[in-house]
């Protein structure tokens, strides 16, 4: 297991620095959401009925780097000071992060690294270098990114920022759900009674979480790659089985979470559910039909989820379509049935 950084502090008090292991925070979600409204517009909610109810739709497939990344990882870049940005940063992704951390480095005037798997689809590796990242490719069966990132971010100096691992990217994510709460009450709809949300290595479920402390959380995963949602019901993290089977949702293939969206998660008494692939086709299909939406498979779970009835329809329901960086041959695959 790699173990990763704490955070350092200044006592100003004693002038000396302790260690101390930072919190992710309702107040630090507020900070993320203030910070990130004041470089990009919020993304659009959409409100559709499915079974005579109205259900509110949060496209974070429409940020500038096509998924909701992009909010965790700038405010972790800008929490940064002078000389740790100008060290530069290290991530491992599959995709959607990478672009988030590129993008947010890029703007900031930072070297960025992304340890990127071999079979990651081909539009977030293209995205990412068209950033001006470099990526450092690995074997996602034999290999191991954080073994990876770590080396690289140490050799180099640079600050390691993992993809859900952390207390500012949990607050970041968080961020869309500010959004969501504010544009819900602007159409009459209310405050959020439920999200709905695809969850990978659960930063952004436990960012929402944060967020909306009245809402229920339910997150949703692929079959065979459930494991917040056993890790919920048993009250302890458990991992993804050995030999888990293939899945178009490659933003969600984290073989066990983290202690600190499991945490999160488990004090709010999160619930979760497991979808099929073909549900996420079908919710796929469903968003380019009636929302008009592109959405990537790992996007989409949430919303298979209310389609498949795995969710009781409720006034108040918010989901989260958290992506849209798709590989078009595959995407074509699935909207075609």
């Not at 001006?132 to 690995?138: K, M, Q």
């Not at 960012?207 to 302890?236: F, H, N, Q």
């Not at 993804?240 to 293939?253: I, W, Y």
């Amino acid at each position: 297991m790699v173990a990763w950084p704490a955070c350092k502090v200044a006592d100003r008090t004693k002038g000396r620095k302790v260690t101390i292991l930072r919190q992710p925070t309702r107040a630090g979600v507020r900070d993320a959401a203030e910070k990130i409204a004041r470089i990009l517009p919020p993304t659009p909610l959409y409100v559709h009925e499915i079974k005579g109810m109205k259900v509110a739709f949060k496209a974070e497939s429409l940020q500038p780097i096509g998924a909701f990344k992009i909010r965790g990882a700038w405010h972790r870049l800008t929490a940064l000071d002078a000389e740790s940005r100008a060290r530069g940063v290290v991530a491992f992704s599959s995709g959607n992060h990478a672009q988030g951390i590129a993008w947010a480095a890029k703007r900031l005037g930072m070297p960025a690294t992304i340890v990127m798997p071999a079979d990651a689809p081909r539009a977030k590796l293209e995205g990412t270098l068209a950033l001006g990242a470099e990526v450092v490719r690995y074997d996602r069966a034999t290999e191991s990114r954080e073994i990876i990132a770590a080396r690289l971010a140490e050799a180099r100096g640079a600050t390691l920022v993992p993809s859900f691992d952390d207390p500012w990217v949990i607050e970041g994510q968080g961020s869309a759900g500010i959004e969501a709460e504010a544009q819900m009450a602007a159409l009459g709809l209310g405050a959020p009674r439920r999200v709905v949300v695809p969850c990978g290595g659960g930063g952004l479920s436990a960012g929402l979480a944060l967020a909306l402390k009245d809402a229920a959380i339910t997150v949703v995963e692929p079959e065979g790659w459930d494991d917040m949602r056993r890790s919920l019901e048993a009250s302890w993290i458990e991992p993804v089985g050995p030999n888990p089977p293939p899945t178009a949702c490659d933003a969600l293939q984290t073989p066990r979470v983290s202690p600190l969206t499991f945490d999160v998660l488990a004090r709010r008494d999160a619930t979760g559910v497991a979808v099929s692939e073909a549900e996420t086709a079908a919710a796929q299909r469903w968003a380019a039909e009636h929302l008009r939406l592109v959405v990537e498979p790992g996007g989409a779970v949430g919303l298979a989820a209310v389609l498949a009835g795995k969710v009781a329809m409720e006034p108040g329901l918010l989901v989260i379509l958290s992506g849209g960086n798709v590989d078009i041959d595959a995407y074509a695959r699935a909207i075609a049935g």
